[in-house]
């Protein structure tokens, strides 16, 4: 899977109708890999397409939790990962109808997950990235506290603050964020 396409945002209608998707969006839509364009709307497939289908629409629609995100199984390793942000007034305007957006990752779980782009995107301090590239090295928040040499008071709080700054309220959707998903126990 070619490194150009790892993530795009497409601009959704209130009907969901795709108004505007950047050029990394429509790689990954090109690159079939679970996400297709079909007339103006976004459309899932794998095993039971109508069964996935109906469960992307909903999460499009907003009738899922909003800070969940939506995945798509794309191969043994890969995974369509979409999350949903409501458009801000300014962009409401220049898009006549814009209702969302919907930023789509792809996460390859055999590459080595990157938090700068995560810290950029998301305006985190250096010691939160530091703690996010902790985590996806550790088996829990104890475990980065050792490996950063911080007590895990102080890790809890830059993972409060990261939360709210990445709009994730677990570990397992930061870890999705980053692109390395770390199954908890």
Known sequence: MARTYRDGLILLARDNQVLE????????IKADLGLRLI???????????????????????GECEEDLPFVIRSGSNSY??????????ELSV????????????????????STILLARMFGLTRSEEAVVSALTAASNASEAARRLNLSRETVKT??????????????????LLTGKLVYRT
């Open 21 to 28: 998707a950047d050029s990394n969006a429509r790689a990954i």
């Open 39 to 61: 007339g103006d709307r976004l459309r899932s497939f794998g095993r039971h397409p109508e069964d996935h289908n109906d469960a992307m629409q909903s999460f499009l629609n």
């Open 80 to 89: 369509i990962v979409m999350h949903r942000y409501p458009v801000t007034a």
């Open 94 to 113: 220049g898009q006549l109808g814009a209702s969302h957006v919907v930023r789509v990752v792809i996460v390859d779980l055999s590459l080595p997950p």
């Open 158 to 175: 830059h993972l409060t603050s990261i939360y709210a700054k990445t709009g994730t309220s677990s570990l397992t959707q930061l870890m």
